[in-house]
């Protein structure tokens, strides 16, 4: 399987945007579970959002912020975050073969892309 490499992290503040992007042609078309998760400082993992046969689940904590989409032609996993907060930053992670929300287990991960959102 191909690698997966998440971009598109960055700081911003308080009330900014980003949107994170990871390339998954093979896992998408494969009709794996894909999902975003993050880790912030001291903290344990935790499901962002995950993609599967039954829909789409946002983490309380993201609804109506965040967006997970995928390009035409099934070639990208996104994430729009949108009124990032301080609480969101954390490294943001891409995975494949995920389980449900909440928990945070998948067979496959990117490396992780770093946010920072300052107040």
């Known amino acids: 399987q191909a690698r997966l490499v998440e971009s598109g992290g960055g700081s911003v503040q308080a009330g900014g945007s980003l949107r994170l992007s990871c390339p998954a042609s093979?896992?998408?078309?494969?009709?794996?579970?894909m999902g975003w998760f993050r880790q912030a400082p001291g903290k344990e993992r935790e499901g962002v959002v995950v993609v599967n046969r039954d829909g789409t689940t946002y983490a309380d904590s993201v609804k109506g912020r965040f967006t997970v989409s995928q390009d035409n032609a099934g070639s990208a996993l996104y994430l729009q975050m949108n009124s990032l907060k301080p609480e969101d930053t954390a490294m943001y992670y891409c995975?494949?073969?995920?389980?449900?929300?909440?928990?945070?287990?998948?067979?496959?991960w990117g490396q992780g892309t770093q946010v920072t959102v300052s107040s």
């Open positions: 995975a494949a073969d995920c389980v449900s929300l909440p928990y945070n287990l998948a067979a496959y």
């Open positions: 093979t896992y998408i078309a494969s009709g794996y579970c």
